[in-house]
């Protein structure tokens, strides 16, 4: 019988003395899947990957990556050599070429795909001669999915792929990580990047201090926690900021972000509000709907906002 799951994990945990690094958390990813496991540093999405990798050891709980127990020695053996690992702090030969280092990470299995088709995957072939040394960050990051692709895995584990990157690197690694999920791959992504969750995760497990908050496909979780949609009113000055309020003061509880008006946006009220505003020929300058993010749910389940540390992003 074929598997339904790449992964299944009952009751894990991993203490380091007092620490309790990963605290009986339990999930299941489908086979073919993007599973996201979002969260910031130190909430234990990292050390839930390496317990899968065989890494390390795991405090207690079971755990099963493609029907095989990583308790059992001849199991972890037969894992490592079918999935694929990008972590987080990647690095290969740094006087190789992008060709020569994938030549290289090839010889290491008794299957790999061909070079070049990996180079097409993610979209070097403008690179083949350039050494690592001298690609941008995000150039290295997709030449480190292409080695963990080397072995043609069914299970890629990709830890925190684009932090450092700017924004367009970050993009255009998305559009690599989409392309593994039509080759029929699963994906296992750790990040602290609540886009990068919402763009590309079919499920998301938000972890926090070690306990998983919640999962749930990101439609799912801004449901249930995201709160409701908002209208946003744009205006350039306070006279008419002020005009707005008193106008909208019945709609509910108002809020002032950068000088924007905020109200809940019940059904039917954009249309309300945008007819109450021209009938007192109020000039906003814009106005617009907004769905609520991960960014929401991760606040209203925690209590804290993700904070990004945006100084390691790359010029």
């Not at 990813?29 to 317990?51: M, S």
């Not at 684009?162 to 029929?184: F, N």
């Not at 990068?196 to 439609?219: N, R, Y």
Request: charge should be negative; include cysteine; aromatic fraction near 6%.
């Amino acid at each position: 019988m074929k598997e339904e799951y790449a992964i299944v994990i009952k009751n894990l945990v991993k203490k380091y003395d007092d620490l309790i690094a990963v605290n009986d958390i339990s999930f299941k990813i489908k086979i073919g899947e993007i599973f996201a496991f979002l969260g910031p540093n130190g909430a234990g999405k990292t050390t839930t990957v390496e317990i899968l990798e065989g890494i390390r050891k795991k405090t207690s709980g079971q755990a099963f990556v493609l029907g095989l127990n990583i308790d059992k020695r001849k199991d972890l053996e037969k894992i490592k050599k079918i999935i694929g690992t990008l972590p987080q702090e990647f690095n290969t030969h740094e006087n190789l070429t992008v060709k020569e280092n994938l030549r290289f990470w090839s010889r290491m299995y008794a299957y790999s795909l061909p070079v070049d088709d990996l180079i097409a995957l993610v979209k070097l072939e403008e690179k083949t001669k350039a050494k690592f040394k001298n690609l941008s960050g995000g150039l290295k990051k997709r030449l480190g999915i292409a080695i963990s692709l080397v072995n043609d895995p069914e299970l890629v584990f990709l830890d925190e792929p684009t932090t450092g990157l700017d924004p367009r690197a970050r993009r255009e690694t998305w559009e690599v990580i989409e392309g593994l999920k039509s080759q029929g791959k699963t994906v296992f992504l750790t990040t602290h990047y609540m886009e990068e969750a919402q763009v590309l995760a079919d499920t998301v497990a938000i972890i926090h201090k070690g306990k998983i908050m919640d999962i749930g496909s990101p439609t799912q979780l801004i449901d249930r926690h995201g709160g409701e949609n908002r209208i946003v009113v744009r205006c350039n000055d306070q006279e008419t900021r002020d005009k707005i309020h008193d106008l909208l003061f019945n709609f509910g509880p108002l809020e002032n972000e950068d000088g924007d008006i905020v109200i809940s946006s019940k059904k039917g009220a954009l249309s309300k509000v945008v007819d109450l505003l021209d009938e007192n020929e109020v000039a906003y300058s814009d106005i617009i709907t907004q769905r609520p993010t991960l960014e929401d749910v991760f606040l209203s389940l925690t209590g804290e906002i993700l904070i990004i540390d945006e100084k390691s992003v790359e010029d």
